[in-house]
C-alpha cells in the first residue's frame, strides 16, 4: 500500500470554501471510479483558515500510477490551479504493516501487536474515521477540538501531522490522519492529556461509529520528481 499526504495553502484564505466545494465531486469520483482506492481526502483544516489536508490510500503502486494518469487527477489540479496556491507540500509513504490502533480490549497500542516483528524507528500514520449519528455535532466538535489540535501539534515530540476534520463528501463524518515520527512518540502520544481530552470531547457526542487503522511506514518522498512529475514509484530509492 502507498499513502499520500499533503497539505495545500491557498493563496486567499476566502477561497477555500469554494474550493472544497468543486473538490468534493472530484474525491466522490476517484473514490468511487478509480480501482485501488482505499481513501481519498481533501478536507478543510479547522485549525488553519487556509489550509486544505490531503490523505489518499492507494493498495498498489500500479492503481497509484493509473490515477496519476485519471481525468480525475487532472480535474483535481486544474481546479486548485485556478484557485491559487500560496504552497504546497506532498509526502508519499510506503507502507510495511497496517493493523487496527485499538487492541480487543480495547486500548489503543502504538507497537504493531499483530505483528510478528517490530520495527520502532518507522514512522507510524494513524488515519480513519468518526462517523456521527447527529451530524449536526459536527461544526461544534470540530471547533472545539481545535485547543486540542493546536497543542498536539505544537507541544508533543514527534508529531508531524494531527487532523481531524470534515469530509467533505460525507455530512457526519470527521477524517483522522496523524503522523508520528516513531512508536515511542506515538506511544507518549496514548498517555497525554491531549489524547484523553480529545477522547472525551468525542465521546460528548450523542453517538458514532468509527474506524481507526495504524500504518507502519519504512519510506517516504516527495510525490513530484524534479521535473514537477507526479511518481507512483519511489525513485530517491
Not at 5 to 16: G, K
Not at 205 to 212: E, I, P, Q
Request: proline residues 5%; hydrophobic residues 35%; negative net charge.
Amino acid at each position: 500500500m502507498i499513502i499520500i499526504t499533503a497539505t495545500f495553502t491557498l493563496a486567499d484564505p476566502s477561497t477555500r470554501g469554494e474550493s472544497i466545494e468543486k473538490a468534493t465531486p472530484l474525491q466522490q469520483a476517484t473514490r468511487d471510479d478509480e480501482s485501488g482506492c482505499l481513501a481519498y481526502v481533501f478536507s478543510p483544516d479547522p485549525c488553519a483558515e487556509d489550509r486544505v489536508v490531503v490523505f489518499e490510500l492507494w493498495e498498489t503502486s500500479d492503481a497509484l500510477s493509473d490515477h496519476f494518469d485519471h481525468q480525475n487527477y487532472f480535474n483535481m489540479g486544474s481546479m486548485f490551479g485556478e484557485v491559487g496556491l500560496a504552497n504546497a507540500e506532498s509526502h508519499k509513504w510506503r507502507v510495511t504493516a497496517e493493523e487496527p490502533v485499538y487492541d480487543e480490549t480495547p486500548k489503543a497500542r502504538a507497537d504493531f501487536f499483530t505483528c510478528e516483528t517490530q520495527s520502532p524507528d518507522e514512522s507510524i500514520i494513524i488515519a480513519g474515521y468518526i462517523d456521527l449519528h447527529d451530524p449536526s455535532e459536527r461544526a461544534d466538535l470540530l471547533s472545539s477540538s481545535v485547543p486540542f489540535q493546536m497543542a498536539t501539534r505544537e507541544d508533543e515530540p514527534g508529531c508531524q501531522m494531527y487532523v481531524f476534520s470534515a469530509d467533505p463528501c460525507r455530512e457526519g463524518r470527521i477524517e483522522v490522519v496523524e503522523i508520528w515520527n516513531d512508536m515511542d512518540s506515538l506511544a507518549a502520544h496514548f498517555e497525554h492529556e491531549n489524547y484523553l481530552n480529545m477522547g472525551g470531547l468525542i465521546r460528548s457526542t450523542s453517538g458514532r461509529d468509527s474506524n481507526h487503522r495504524k500504518y507502519r511506514c519504512d519510506y517516504h518522498e516527495p510525490v513530484y520528481d524534479e521535473s514537477r512529475r507526479a511518481r507512483a514509484d519511489f525513485f530517491t530509492l
